[in-house]
C-alpha cells in the first residue's frame, strides 16, 4: 500500500529497501541521518546491513498519515519473522534525516 505514501523521499526509502538496494536506500538518506529502534539509538549502517539487507527485510504499509510520513506497517526479514511495527520520518531537503522505529 505504498500508494498511502506521498512524500517522495519516503516512498524511496520503502522501494529500496523492498528491492534489498543498498545504494538506492543510501542515496534517500541525508550523510548526517540517524535512526532509533524501540526508542533506542542505532547505528544506521549496522542496524540496517542486520536488519534490512542481509535477512532480506520486506516492509508493507498498513495504514500512513502524515503524507507517509509516520505508518504502521507489517514488516518481515528472515531474522525475527513478521511483525507489526511503527515508523515515523523526518524528511530535510528531500531526504530521509531521521527515521524512527519499532514494534506497534
Not at 523492498?18 to 533506542?40: E, I, K, Q, V, W
Not at 495504514?63 to 509516520?70: I, L, P, W
Request: charged share 30%; net charge negative; proline share 2%.
Amino acid at each position: 500500500m505504498t500508494d498511502q505514501i506521498g512524500d517522495p523521499a519516503v516512498r524511496a526509502f520503502i522501494d529500496a529497501l523492498n528491492a534489498g538496494d543498498r545504494a538506492a536506500f543510501h542515496a534517500c538518506l541525508t550523510p548526517d541521518a540517524t535512526m532509533s529502534d524501540d526508542g533506542t539509538e542505532r547505528d544506521l549502517g549496522e542496524w540496517t546491513e542486520r536488519e534490512i539487507f542481509s535477512s532480506q527485510g520486506h516492509l508493507d504499509v498498513e495504514k500512513a498519515d502524515d503524507d507517509g510520513r509516520a505508518f504502521v506497517a507489517n514488516y518481515a526479514n528472515s531474522t525475527w519473522g513478521a511483525m507489526r511495527t511503527r515508523w515515523k520520518f523526518t524528511v530535510r531537503d528531500g531526504k530521509v534525516a531521521r527515521f524512527e522505529t519499532g514494534q506497534a
